[in-house]
């Protein structure tokens, strides 16, 4: 397919203001911590999946284009990787917070072997396994991991709860009806900030 460069160019910038505009009721948009709790939501995060994806797409095809500091000044351009980059990290760092599938067919390896190439990446991390909380150890395991926050672990262990739930309704429906509401009363008490991040993970 052929792009118009210019057209590109143009939309870019488009994009982006897009993209940061998706976090307007985060006070502070630089707390990422703060970012990932307001993704608690699913529709929240599947509209950052979509609107990243335009950007690192239209990002892809200026960046692949030896034109693209005629349609777009370097300053801003860089600021554009620098954006990439910082919303990437977060899209994986709440993909393993709420224990979602990742999708690796969402960005193709052309597009992401050219982002990459004009993006420094940071070192390659271990994609962290989904929670078994029915496996003897596996919550605690997740509580000593360190340089995690207290809510971004009660946010996995609540999310592998919350979906094993889902799956063995029908066991015990009743228990299990009891333990979602339970479990969705201190996940909304947390970010209602009605208790504490330590509350929130015990």
């Known amino acids: 397919m052929v792009h118009d460069i210019r057209e590109e160019g143009r939309r870019l910038p ?16 630089k707390d990422m911590e703060a970012l990932e709790q307001y993704m608690a939501d699913d529709a929240i995060r599947r509209e950052f999946y979509q609107r ?22 370097e300053e801003e351009l860089n600021r554009m990787k620098e954006d990439w980059k910082r919303f ?31 993006v420094s990446a940071e070192p390659v991390e271990t994609i962290i396994e989904p929670v078994n909380i029915n496996e003897e150890g596996a919550v605690s395991k997740v509580l000593e991991e360190a340089g995690i926050s207290d ?8 999310s592998t709860t919350r979906r094993c739930i889902t799956e063995r309704m029908d066991e015990n429906p009743e228990f299990h009806r009891k333990f979602s509401e339970l479990l969705e009363e201190a996940i909304n008490d947390y970010h209602a900030r ?3 991040e330590k509350d929130y993970l015990n």
């Open 151 to 158: 809510a971004s672990k009660a946010d996995r262990i609540a």
């Open 194 to 196: 009605r208790i504490s």
């Open 14 to 29: 488009q994009l982006n203001r897009r993209l940061w505009d998706h976090f307007g009721p985060v006070e502070n948009q």
């Open 88 to 118: 990437s990290e977060l899209r994986r760092s709440v993909r393993i917070r709420y224990q979602e599938t990742v999708d690796m067919r969402e960005f193709d390896a052309k597009i992401q072997g050219i982002l990459d190439d004009h």
């Open 52 to 73: 990243l994806g335009m950007f690192g797409r239209c990002l892809h095809i200026v960046l692949s284009s030896e034109k693209a500091v005629q349609v777009i000044a």
